[in-house]
């Protein structure tokens, strides 16, 4: 176990290394010519001297255990906390290893911003004992500025109105840009059932457009009447998540794409060459694929296409969006109070960005045991560690995205759940830690309504759950 020292001098070089243009630095896009005692990094230096001195203790793995640790009673308590604060934010792999190539999370900003705005960290308990652990109102100003700057360097849509820049939640963009040529290849090929074993099942199947891309099933049902144990997500902005699927085995769009093919359970192909040889039997389309690929048929450049046409299932427009652009009048005053209720409750800790969610993985069983309430095990319950082998990894699922929610359910993993009032409840009491009252459940479950966006200039299809 490494020691106290160690970690220490860690953090002490990560508190270096954003004086010298470091990763709070990198996090807000400053120029890495800045000279070194610029106002700007010597503010967000300060900001990683807090978290070296007030948070890392209890939000770092291989933090050796103070002394007192060690006696009984004392010992489990801490024991308790310490697992508690790595579950709730491992700040090592959020903040120290996420910066080595890439801006800091939007999740992790949304988080830091709650707990700071919310004064809920350092714990009462812990400064009670600990009072140097104390966040002072200096520090809180400058850990909100590194989220506000953070965020406008990479996350926002430059779409929201100036008094709403800052939200967790950004406004989508009315597109992303693609090839068109490689679009209209993929729109064919995700509603042509030949991509399957026995050609009775597409991409289009379990993600239809009229039910705002999903199959508003629990399990999606495969060939041969097969169905899985995971709730299928919905196709619609799907492009920006940071992983594909509940437990992240997919990068990208391209490789989700490549997988439920050659999945026995889902389209039960035996492998690409069999399904390349089938398309290859079309001479039309293979005088058109070939045109975009010259290299032909496989799985390569068929997932690529499918791929660049998802892209383009994108659904702005929702009133919520119009409201972030600055048209008060788009949402009603329960529903901006239901906005507001989600934050208090945490929601927007993890439903954040431009789909309301897809930017994380966290526990399902944060605060209460789900599973055990739930009972039943499924093998999906296994969430990340499923792809990554981790024990830590255990029970953490990407956080779904929330646009169109009120058309795509039932929801959670194992889609158990037929509403938006009980999504909310469960969410509140597994996740935050907090029961919600029936009156701010109606509040949220409001607001969530307002999310619903359009597709080709039209409402997004689907049926409205009616709870």
Same mark, same amino acid.
Request: glycine letters at 6%; charged letters at 25%.
């Given at each position: 176990m490494r020691t106290r020292s160690a970690l220490l001098a860690a953090t002490c070089v990560l508190a270096v290394s954003v004086a010298a243009g470091g990763f709070l630095n990198e996090s807000i896009g400053a120029d890495k010519g800045m000279p070194p005692n610029h106002p700007q990094l010597e503010k967000f230096s300060k900001v990683s001297g807090i978290v070296m001195d007030k948070c890392m203790a209890c939000h770092s793995r291989n933090y050796d255990l103070p002394f007192y640790a060690k006696?009984?009673?004392?010992?489990?308590?801490?024991?308790?906390?310490?697992?508690?604060?790595?579950?709730?934010?491992?700040?090592? *792999?959020?903040?120290?290893?996420?910066?080595?190539?890439? @801006?800091?999370?939007?999740?992790?900003?949304?988080?830091?911003?709650?707990?700071?705005?919310?004064?809920?960290?350092?714990?009462?308990?812990?400064?009670?004992?600990?009072?140097? %652990?104390?966040? %002072? %109102?200096?520090?809180?100003a400058a850990i909100l500025d590194w989220v506000k700057?953070?965020?406008?360097?990479?996350?926002?849509?430059?779409?929201?109105?100036?008094?709403?820049?800052?939200?967790?939640?950004?406004?989508? @963009?009315d597109a992303l840009p693609v090839n068109a040529a490689k679009v209209a290849l993929g729109e064919k090929l995700y509603n042509d059932k030949r991509i399957s074993g026995d050609n009775t099942v597409s991409c289009a199947t379990c993600h239809d457009f009229q039910k705002a891309g999903t199959d508003n099933q629990r399990f999606a049902e495969g060939i041969r009447g097969?169905?899985?144990?995971?709730n299928a997500p919905t196709v619609f902005n799907a492009a920006f998540n940071v992983r594909q699927f509940w437990n992240g085995?997919?990068?990208?769009?391209?490789?989700?794409?490549?997988? @439920?093919?050659?999945?026995?359970?889902?389209?039960?192909?035996?492998?690409?060459?069999?399904?390349?040889?089938?398309f290859a039997q079309d001479a039309e389309l293979t005088v058109a694929f070939t045109a975009v690929y010259p290299d032909g048929w496989s799985g390569k450049n068929i997932t690529d296409a499918i791929a660049e046409y998802e892209k383009t299932l994108i659904t702005p427009n929702s009133r919520f969006d119009k409201w972030l652009k600055g048209d008060d009048a788009a949402l009603t005053d329960k529903e901006v109070e239901?906005?507001?209720r989600f934050k208090m409750y945490r929601c927007s800790s993890c439903h954040v960005g431009k789909s309301v969610g897809g930017q994380s993985f966290e526990y399902m069983d944060l605060k209460k045991d789900y599973f055990a309430d739930r009972g039943q095990p499924l093998g999906s319950d296994e969430g990340l560690k499923g792809f990554t082998g981790k024990e830590e990894d255990l029970r953490r699922?990407?956080?779904?995205?929330?646009?169109?929610?009120? *058309?795509?359910?039932?929801?959670?993993?194992?889609?158990?759940?037929?509403?938006?009032?009980e999504a909310v409840r469960i969410m509140g009491v597994y996740l935050s830690g907090m029961d919600v009252p029936k009156g701010d459940r109606d509040l949220i479950v409001a607001f969530l309504r307002t999310l619903t966006g359009e597709w080709q200039g039209k409402p997004l299809a689907g049926e409205a759950v009616k709870q």
């Open positions: 006696i009984p009673g004392i010992k489990e308590i801490i024991e308790k906390d310490f697992k508690d604060g790595l579950r709730a934010m491992d700040l090592n *792999l959020e903040l120290v290893e996420a910066a080595k190539d890439k @801006p800091i999370g939007e999740a992790t900003l949304a988080k830091m911003e709650w707990v700071i705005t919310n004064e809920t960290m350092p714990p009462a308990k812990f400064t009670a004992v600990h009072w140097g %652990s104390r966040v %002072s %109102s200096d520090d809180r700057a953070s965020r406008a360097a990479h996350y926002a849509t430059d779409l929201a109105a100036p008094q709403r820049a800052n939200e967790p939640l950004q406004p989508l @963009p097969q169905f899985g144990d995971i085995r997919a990068a990208d769009l391209q490789e989700q794409a490549g997988g @439920p093919p050659l999945n026995p359970i889902e389209m039960g192909s035996k492998n690409w060459d069999d399904v390349c040889a089938k239901g906005y507001q699922f990407k956080v779904p995205n929330l646009r169109n929610i009120e *058309l795509t359910a039932p929801y959670m993993h194992d889609g158990t759940v037929a509403t938006l009032d």
